[in-house]
T-cell receptor
Framework: DADVTQTPRNRITKTGKRIMLECSQT?????MYWYRQDPGLGLRLIYY???????NKGEISDGYSVSRQAQAKFSLSLESAIPNQTALYFC?????????????FGEGSRLTVL | GEDVEQSLFLSVREGDSSVINCTYT??????LYWYKQEPGAGLQLLTY?????DMKQDQRLTVLLNKKDKHLSLRIADTQTGDSAIYFC?????????????FGKGTRLHILP
């Protein structure tokens, strides 16, 4: 099994629809992150969570919400999708302070909003 | 806020060395990283260097860190077609930014035959 699993891998939806992207991990890491990748813009942090009760906004959290249902699960929601949220979304996990800070990434969820 | 800059494209002939450069602004960086993203895949850590080191070598990869100039480079010796990917420079500042890692925009490495 992959360390970090994202579902769905691809999704096409319409403007105004609610979308949830799910992430689960098998490594038991506390820290989970959601990034979006856009061509020429690199990776931008949306939300991150250091444990089940700790949720933090990243640099581009507007229009998104998250839920840390369990240590192993971190979902990203778009309450009302808009076309400029078309992007490749990555979930990542990490060990945190005291470690090298290495992140392990999922394979990505490609979202298209029409 | 803190920033990481790198050029967007690099073309190199197969067998030559590739050098990907990166600059960053945080003088308190703890670790600096190079991640590799192959087509259709997520990012994978290629190598990292602790901020009190100047150089790290791992097989075909050499990382050089100039802390004074806040400049990081990745050299790939004997570049192969399998090295074709996007390379992301990234840095962390554990003391001031907890574990938020800041990524550059990525350099797409294209291998010429």
């Amino acid at each position: 099994d992959a360390d970090v699993t994202q579902t769905p891998r691809n999704r096409i939806t319409k403007t105004g629809k609610r979308i949830m992207l799910e992430c689960s991990q098998t490594k038991g890491h506390d820290r989970m992150y959601w990034y979006r990748q856009d061509p020429g813009l690199g990776l931008r942090l949306i939300y991150y969570s250091f444990d089940v009760k700790d949720i933090n906004k990243g640099e581009i959290s507007d229009g998104y919400s998250v839920s840390r249902q369990a240590q192993a699960k971190f979902s990203l929601s778009l309450e009302s999708a808009i076309p400029n949220q078309t992007a490749l979304y990555f979930c990542a996990i990490g060990l945190g302070t005291g470690d090298t800070g290495e992140l392990f990434f999922g394979e990505g969820s490609r979202l298209t909003v029409l | 806020g803190e920033d990481v800059e790198q050029s967007l494209f690099l073309s190199v002939r197969e067998g030559d060395s590739s050098v990907i450069n990166c600059t960053y602004t945080d003088s308190s960086s703890t670790y600096l990283y190079w991640y590799k993203q192959e087509p259709g895949a997520g990012l994978q850590l290629l190598t990292y260097i602790f901020s009190n080191m100047d150089m790290k070598q791992d097989q075909r990869l050499t990382v050089l860190l100039n802390k004074k100039d806040k400049h990081l480079s990745l050299r790939i010796a004997d570049t192969q077609t399998g090295d074709s990917a996007i390379y992301f420079c990234a840095e962390s500042d554990i003391m001031n930014r907890d574990d938020k890692i800041i990524f550059g925009k990525g350099t797409r490495l294209h291998i010429l035959p």
